[in-house]
């Protein structure tokens, strides 16, 4: 049977349908992965800077990583309108999104809860942790923590990302995923003040620098 020819008009409007396919989701327009890298970068280096030259802006940095969610709410909602249906492609890499930002409360939740229930746990049977000054041989109580807790949170941040590249083919979101295991390796060596650094730059590979390359693909693809 012979091939049907597609008309003028129909092959503009099969590409317009292919161009708005493509637009909306945050590993697509890029405008979630500029708001989520932009934070934890910020956040990461202010950190480091805290504990490099010992000083305090007054709160936990890492509060605008939550703060960040009231934006990103917006962006859901406004993109969900634009789009009448989602691909099953986009869907799925929605819900890997979706568990992955589940996961990190869940993490940061475990870091928070778990020293001070291990302390009280500690108490209630009767024992205690203390931590002794090598210097002056003075004790005092030592608070029980999770050790290398960025290291964790490094690990996580290359399973979304790495998943995302792969489905994609999008390369600098691959790069992004494989820095973010050399960087776990690197923090596993390294103190706590160096894997808010190592943060900052798995941040800045995961989502700013491909967040700005979907960004700029995403509003090219808009004008044309």
């Excluded at 934006?71 to 009448?84: C, G, L």
Aim: some cysteine.
């Amino acid at each position: 049977m012979e091939e049907k020819k597609l008309s003028e008009q129909e092959s503009l409007e099969l590409i317009a349908k292919m161009i708005q396919k493509a637009k909306g989701g945050f590993h697509e327009n890029g405008t979630s992965a500029i708001l989520w890298g932009s934070v934890v970068t910020l956040a990461g280096i202010i950190n480091f800077a805290e504990e490099y030259w010992n000083f305090y802006i007054g709160f936990d940095i890492w509060l605008i990583v939550l703060a960040a969610i009231i934006p990103q709410i917006f962006i859901s909602v406004r993109e969900r309108k634009n789009r009448k249906a989602i691909p099953h492609e986009a869907a799925f890499m929605n819900a890997v999104w979706l568990v992955y930002g589940i996961s990190i409360f869940a993490l940061i939740f475990y870091f928070n809860i778990v020293p001070r229930v291990s302390d009280q746990i500690l108490k209630d049977s009767g024992s205690e942790l203390l931590v002794r000054n090598a210097s002056t041989g003075s004790l005092k109580h030592f608070t029980p923590d999770v050790l290398s807790h960025f290291s964790l949170l490094l690990l996580l941040y290359a399973i979304p990302t790495l998943t995302t590249g792969m489905a994609r083919r999008f390369r600098p979101m691959m790069i992004g995923g494989v820095l973010c295991y050399l960087f776990f390796v690197v923090s596993c060596f390294t103190a706590t003040m160096w894997d808010m650094l190592l943060n900052s730059l798995a941040a800045i590979f995961n989502w700013l620098i491909p967040g700005f390359i979907l960004r700029l693909r995403y509003l090219k693809g808009k004008n044309c």
